[in-house]
């Protein structure tokens, strides 16, 4: 049941975000749409942070390899050969 809740609370998030860009095109006055962005955005971060302990220590490690993979190949520092290595492959080997 945790970890159903975190999920749910992580999609929700992530579609939280995906409505962000859409904000600007609202018909809409310019206050309106910075009171919705705000609130947009501090619902999304909640829902993110929420969802972070439900989802226990493997989804932070995951998150944060995932980070570092994509962080190190775009600034040069990790070759795609070596991205098997990260901890979240799960590539075993037999």
């Not at 975000?17 to 910075?34: C, D, E």
């Not at 944060?64 to 990790?78: E, T």
């Amino acid at each position: 049941m945790r970890k159903l809740i975190g999920y749910s609370l992580l999609i929700i998030s992530c579609l939280t975000w995906a409505v962000m860009p859409v904000i600007p095109f609202l018909s809409i006055t310019v206050a309106q749409k910075a009171s919705w962005a705000t609130a947009v955005f501090v619902f999304a971060e909640v829902t993110w942070w929420l969802a972070m302990p439900l989802l226990g220590k493997e989804i932070v490690e995951y998150s944060k390899a995932a980070w570092r993979r994509v962080s190190g190949f775009f600034s040069g520092n990790i070759e795609p050969s070596e991205m098997n290595d990260l901890p979240f492959n799960d590539k075993k080997d037999t």
